[in-house]
Protein backbone atom coordinates (compact mmCIF):
# COMPACT_ATOMS: atom_id res chain seq x y z
CA UNK A 1 0.00 0.00 0.00
CA UNK A 2 1.40 3.63 -0.84
CA UNK A 3 0.88 7.15 0.02
CA UNK A 4 2.07 9.76 -2.00
CA UNK A 5 1.98 13.41 -2.98
CA UNK A 6 4.14 16.42 -2.19
CA UNK A 7 4.44 19.93 -0.47
CA UNK A 8 6.77 21.46 -2.90
CA UNK A 9 8.81 20.03 -5.57
CA UNK A 10 11.89 20.39 -3.61
CA UNK A 11 10.39 18.51 -0.55
CA UNK A 12 12.17 15.14 -0.10
CA UNK A 13 10.97 11.73 -0.51
CA UNK A 14 10.66 9.54 2.21
CA UNK A 15 9.69 5.59 1.92
CA UNK A 16 8.31 3.68 4.80
CA UNK A 17 8.74 -0.25 5.31
CA UNK A 18 6.88 -2.53 7.33
CA UNK A 19 3.96 -4.54 8.38
CA UNK A 20 0.96 -3.33 10.72
CA UNK A 21 2.63 -0.96 12.74
CA UNK A 22 3.70 1.46 9.92
CA UNK A 23 0.62 0.86 7.71
CA UNK A 24 -1.24 1.66 10.68
CA UNK A 25 -3.62 -1.10 11.34
CA UNK A 26 -6.51 0.20 13.25
CA UNK A 27 -5.71 4.36 13.03
CA UNK A 28 -6.91 6.91 10.62
CA UNK A 29 -3.66 7.64 8.08
CA UNK A 30 -3.01 10.52 9.58
CA UNK A 31 -1.83 9.40 13.02
CA UNK A 32 0.50 6.66 10.92
CA UNK A 33 3.65 7.18 12.82
CA UNK A 34 5.47 7.86 9.49
CA UNK A 35 2.88 10.01 8.44
CA UNK A 36 3.20 11.72 11.77
CA UNK A 37 7.23 12.30 11.02
CA UNK A 38 6.77 13.64 8.00
CA UNK A 39 4.57 16.30 9.14
CA UNK A 40 7.23 16.78 12.22
CA UNK A 41 9.97 17.38 9.81
CA UNK A 42 8.34 19.78 7.54
CA UNK A 43 6.94 22.24 10.31
CA UNK A 44 10.64 22.11 11.55
CA UNK A 45 11.86 23.19 8.21
CA UNK A 46 12.50 20.26 6.35
CA UNK A 47 9.97 19.81 3.90
CA UNK A 48 9.49 16.25 3.75
CA UNK A 49 6.34 14.78 1.24
CA UNK A 50 4.37 12.33 2.82
CA UNK A 51 5.57 8.92 2.71
CA UNK A 52 5.42 6.22 0.43
CA UNK A 53 4.52 3.10 2.34
CA UNK A 54 4.73 -0.43 1.58
CA UNK A 55 3.52 -2.10 4.29
CA UNK A 56 0.69 -4.99 5.31
CA UNK A 57 -0.52 -6.24 8.61
CA UNK A 58 1.10 -9.11 8.87
CA UNK A 59 3.99 -9.16 6.59
CA UNK A 60 7.19 -11.30 7.67
CA UNK A 61 10.78 -9.74 6.47
CA UNK A 62 10.00 -12.86 3.08
CA UNK A 63 6.33 -11.01 2.71
CA UNK A 64 7.84 -7.79 2.44
CA UNK A 65 10.73 -8.20 0.52
CA UNK A 66 7.53 -9.69 -1.94
CA UNK A 67 5.77 -7.02 -1.71
CA UNK A 68 8.61 -4.36 -2.03
CA UNK A 69 9.33 -6.59 -5.84
CA UNK A 70 5.97 -5.93 -6.22
CA UNK A 71 5.20 -2.19 -5.07
CA UNK A 72 8.58 -1.49 -7.46
CA UNK A 73 9.95 1.89 -5.38
CA UNK A 74 11.65 3.84 -8.00
CA UNK A 75 14.42 7.10 -7.97
CA UNK A 76 16.54 7.80 -4.79
CA UNK A 77 14.61 8.54 -1.22
CA UNK A 78 15.92 10.76 1.36
CA UNK A 79 14.79 9.27 3.85
CA UNK A 80 14.09 5.20 4.23
CA UNK A 81 12.95 3.62 7.14
CA UNK A 82 11.94 0.28 8.16
CA UNK A 83 9.87 -1.79 10.86
CA UNK A 84 9.71 -5.60 10.43
CA UNK A 85 9.77 -8.73 12.25
CA UNK A 86 7.08 -9.14 14.70
CA UNK A 87 5.13 -11.63 12.93
CA UNK A 88 8.12 -14.04 12.14
CA UNK A 89 8.65 -13.66 16.06
CA UNK A 90 4.64 -14.78 16.43
CA UNK A 91 4.92 -17.20 13.98
CA UNK A 92 7.91 -19.08 16.06
CA UNK A 93 9.72 -18.79 13.24
CA UNK A 94 13.84 -18.37 13.85
CA UNK A 95 15.88 -15.60 14.87
CA UNK A 96 18.97 -16.95 12.42
CA UNK A 97 16.35 -16.72 9.36
CA UNK A 98 15.04 -13.25 10.67
CA UNK A 99 18.93 -11.88 10.53
CA UNK A 100 19.67 -13.23 7.23
CA UNK A 101 16.16 -12.14 5.89
CA UNK A 102 16.34 -8.86 7.63
CA UNK A 103 20.15 -7.95 6.42
CA UNK A 104 18.63 -8.67 2.67
CA UNK A 105 16.21 -6.00 3.67
CA UNK A 106 18.25 -3.44 4.91
CA UNK A 107 20.32 -3.80 2.36
CA UNK A 108 17.56 -3.03 -0.16
CA UNK A 109 16.76 0.14 2.24
CA UNK A 110 20.43 1.56 1.99
CA UNK A 111 19.84 1.42 -2.11
CA UNK A 112 16.61 3.11 -2.05
CA UNK A 113 18.74 5.88 -0.32
CA UNK A 114 21.24 6.30 -2.79
CA UNK A 115 23.43 3.43 -0.83
CA UNK A 116 23.79 5.88 1.79
CA UNK A 117 23.10 4.30 4.94
CA UNK A 118 23.21 7.24 7.39
CA UNK A 119 19.88 7.79 4.86
CA UNK A 120 18.41 4.91 6.61
CA UNK A 121 16.97 4.27 10.02
CA UNK A 122 15.62 1.08 12.06
CA UNK A 123 13.15 1.03 14.40
CA UNK A 124 13.03 -1.97 16.53
CA UNK A 125 10.02 -3.95 17.18
CA UNK A 126 7.52 -3.62 20.20
CA UNK A 127 6.27 -5.89 22.56
CA UNK A 128 2.75 -7.09 22.09
CA UNK A 129 2.91 -9.67 25.05
CA UNK A 130 1.74 -6.97 27.15
CA UNK A 131 -1.60 -6.33 25.36
CA UNK A 132 -4.58 -7.44 25.95
CA UNK A 133 -4.55 -9.68 22.74
CA UNK A 134 -1.60 -11.88 23.53
CA UNK A 135 -3.33 -12.19 27.53
CA UNK A 136 -6.72 -13.28 25.04
CA UNK A 137 -4.44 -15.78 23.26
CA UNK A 138 -2.39 -17.17 26.94
CA UNK A 139 0.98 -16.37 25.45
CA UNK A 140 3.80 -16.30 28.23
CA UNK A 141 4.09 -12.43 28.49
CA UNK A 142 7.78 -13.17 29.59
CA UNK A 143 8.91 -15.75 26.32
CA UNK A 144 7.27 -13.15 24.23
CA UNK A 145 9.66 -10.44 25.77
CA UNK A 146 12.25 -12.41 25.72
CA UNK A 147 11.87 -13.73 22.12
CA UNK A 148 10.98 -9.97 20.85
CA UNK A 149 14.59 -8.94 22.38
CA UNK A 150 16.55 -11.39 20.58
CA UNK A 151 15.02 -10.21 17.60
CA UNK A 152 15.73 -6.83 17.88
CA UNK A 153 19.40 -7.58 19.17
CA UNK A 154 19.82 -9.38 15.90
CA UNK A 155 18.37 -6.06 13.64
CA UNK A 156 20.74 -3.63 15.68
CA UNK A 157 23.31 -6.20 15.39
CA UNK A 158 23.20 -6.23 11.82
CA UNK A 159 22.38 -2.01 11.61
CA UNK A 160 25.36 -1.46 13.90
CA UNK A 161 27.65 -3.63 10.88
CA UNK A 162 25.75 -1.41 8.30
CA UNK A 163 25.94 1.76 10.12
CA UNK A 164 22.28 2.68 9.99
CA UNK A 165 20.48 4.19 12.94
CA UNK A 166 18.77 1.47 15.31
CA UNK A 167 15.83 3.51 17.19
CA UNK A 168 14.80 1.49 20.32
CA UNK A 169 10.89 2.29 20.80
CA UNK A 170 10.43 -1.35 22.75
CA UNK A 171 10.84 0.27 26.10
CA UNK A 172 8.19 2.93 24.97
CA UNK A 173 6.08 0.40 24.12
CA UNK A 174 5.93 -1.53 27.53
CA UNK A 175 5.54 1.74 29.36
CA UNK A 176 1.69 1.54 29.45
CA UNK A 177 1.57 0.16 26.61
CA UNK A 178 -1.26 -2.10 27.75
CA UNK A 179 -3.54 0.92 28.82
CA UNK A 180 -7.16 1.23 26.68
CA UNK A 181 -5.66 4.78 25.35
CA UNK A 182 -2.39 3.21 23.69
CA UNK A 183 -4.38 0.65 22.09
CA UNK A 184 -7.11 0.68 19.06
CA UNK A 185 -10.28 -1.61 19.27
CA UNK A 186 -8.42 -4.72 18.65
CA UNK A 187 -6.31 -4.74 21.64
CA UNK A 188 -3.40 -5.18 20.25
CA UNK A 189 -2.27 -2.84 17.59
CA UNK A 190 -1.00 0.92 18.93
CA UNK A 191 -3.14 3.70 19.24
CA UNK A 192 -2.65 7.95 17.78
CA UNK A 193 -1.46 8.22 21.71
CA UNK A 194 0.99 5.60 21.35
CA UNK A 195 2.19 6.38 17.38
CA UNK A 196 2.72 10.11 18.67
CA UNK A 197 4.97 8.63 21.44
CA UNK A 198 7.22 6.42 19.38
CA UNK A 199 7.65 9.58 16.67
CA UNK A 200 9.08 11.92 19.87
CA UNK A 201 12.00 8.79 19.86
CA UNK A 202 12.51 8.73 16.18
CA UNK A 203 12.20 12.21 14.91
CA UNK A 204 15.57 13.37 16.32
CA UNK A 205 17.63 10.50 14.28
CA UNK A 206 15.10 11.15 11.44
CA UNK A 207 16.84 15.33 11.97
CA UNK A 208 20.16 13.99 11.97
CA UNK A 209 19.82 11.44 9.17
CA UNK A 210 18.25 14.31 6.69
CA UNK A 211 21.42 16.86 8.21
CA UNK A 212 24.03 13.78 7.21
CA UNK A 213 25.80 14.52 3.24
Request: proline content about 5%; some cysteine.
Amino acid sequence: MTQGGSLASNALRYLALGDSYTIGEGVAESARWPVVLAERLSQQGIAVQPPQIIARTGWTTDELDDGIRQAAPTGEFALVSLLIGVNNQYRGRSVEEYRTQFAALLWQAIGFAGNRPQRVLVVSIPDWGITPFARSQQRDRQQVADEIDAFNQAAGEVCAARGVAFVDITAISRDGGDNVAMLVDDGLHPSAAMYARWCEQVLPVARQALSSP
